[in-house]
């Protein structure tokens, strides 16, 4: 009856969490245990949509619109370009019992049973909305942080993908058989 109880209580936010979260397991599950690979595409491709609701959630705009910019659409145009590339055929489905199944079954069963136990000890905690900062997840403020705090080291990582474009650059126009080193 307690579990009803909490049910009951639960606000709308609540609720939409819920609801991308399933939405989120239900998307990597059918990506996992999808047999035709434009299925397990689309299905990632749901889970980053709802791993993109999660972060609206949270208040950070920056992180879902980047993850709907990068993952859920050139990351998955890249996926699906391949996968037409290769023209995979169908393949046999039946199952063979291998020590990677058995691998994978056993690791699958302990990774859930250390779940289980984890959510068996967390503690419910109610979050004190009054110390709740709303500019915590936005771009002004990553920008603030990034430009104040942690400028050498953007200015080193820009150096470092100035220095990858172009050796990326001088791999890509030198002749074969020819070495300009």
């Known amino acids: ?30 990506t996992i245990l999808s047999k035709n690979p434009i299925h397990s595409v689309i299905y990632l491709v749901v889970t980053f949509f709802s791993i993109s609701g999660i972060y609206i959630m949270l208040n950070a705009q920056f992180l879902a619109a980047v993850n709907v910019i990068v993952y859920a659409g050139a990351i998955m145009v890249l996926f699906l370009f391949v996968l037409m590339f290769l023209n995979l055929k169908e393949e046999s489905t039946e199952m063979k019992t291998s020590p990677m199944l058995i691998a994978a079954v056993s690791t699958g069963l302990l990774l859930g049973l250390i779940l289980i136990a984890t959510i068996r000890k967390a ?59």
């Open 123 to 181: 503690e419910i905690t109610r979050v004190n909305y009054n110390d709740f900062d709303p500019n915590t997840g936005l771009i002004e403020t990553l920008g603030m942080v990034l430009y104040k705090n942690y400028m050498l080291p953007f200015e080193l990582v820009s150096v470092l993908f100035l220095v990858a474009m172009s050796g990326a650059i001088l791999l890509g126009k030198r002749e074969k058989g020819e070495s300009h080193f």
């Open 1 to 30: 009856m307690h579990f009803l109880e909490i049910i009951k209580n639960l606000s709308l936010v609540q609720w939409a969490f819920y609801f991308l979260s399933i939405l989120t397991l239900y998307g990597a599950l059918g």
